[in-house]
């Protein structure tokens, strides 16, 4: 398959796209994409950017691996089977237990209407990213809502 082929290069490409903690320590990302391909490249493209990625495929395992484990940032397709990344988002921001109110969340959409803006506002998203994406895009984002996130946190 192309994308489990392009993955190894992508992850390990030295790219000047590289996102770092203030304390030196790589990034923990959460992302959830149902699309095989997608979320190979996409985790690909998190590693090589500087990233730790724990890549699950849909909403219900995303709120899980919330709750279990410590995350900066947030990546989530909006239309997944199980449980979109809407509800997962709205669950996310709202379960006391996970302390992710603030949390950068990004959605991924294939469908980037003037509805996503809408989305993406109601159910607690920061940002969304339409797909396909450039690496520099994503970098963009993440870097500009996790170092917001950072600052929050740090004071």
């Known amino acids: 398959m192309l994308a489990e ?3 190894p290069a992508l992850a390990t490409k030295t790219s000047p796209l590289t996102l770092k903690r203030a304390d030196g320590y790589r990034p923990k990302l959460l992302l959830a ?3 095989d391909p997608v979320r190979v490249v996409t985790a690909a493209m998190l590693k090589g950017m500087g990233c730790d990625v724990d890549a699950v495929v ?3 395992e995303a709120v899980k691996s919330a709750a279990a484990s410590r995350f900066d ?3 989530l397709d909006i239309e997944m089977p199980v449980m979109d990344g809407k509800e997962a988002t ?3 921001r709202h379960e006391k237990q996970t302390g992710y109110s603030t949390i950068p969340i990004i959605a991924l959409t294939a469908d ?3 509805e996503t803006q ?3 506002n109601q159910f607690g998203f920061n940002q969304y990213l339409s797909k396909p994406f450039m690496p520099d895009a994503l970098y963009r984002l993440l870097k500009k809502y996790y170092n917001q996130y950072e600052k929050q946190i740090n004071n």
């Open 73 to 75: 940032v947030i990546v």
């Open 33 to 35: 994409e149902d699309s």
């Open 118 to 120: 809408n989305t993406i």
């Open 90 to 92: 709205r669950i996310i």
């Open 5 to 7: 082929r392009l993955a």
């Open 112 to 114: 980037a209407t003037s």
């Open 58 to 60: 849909h909403g219900e």
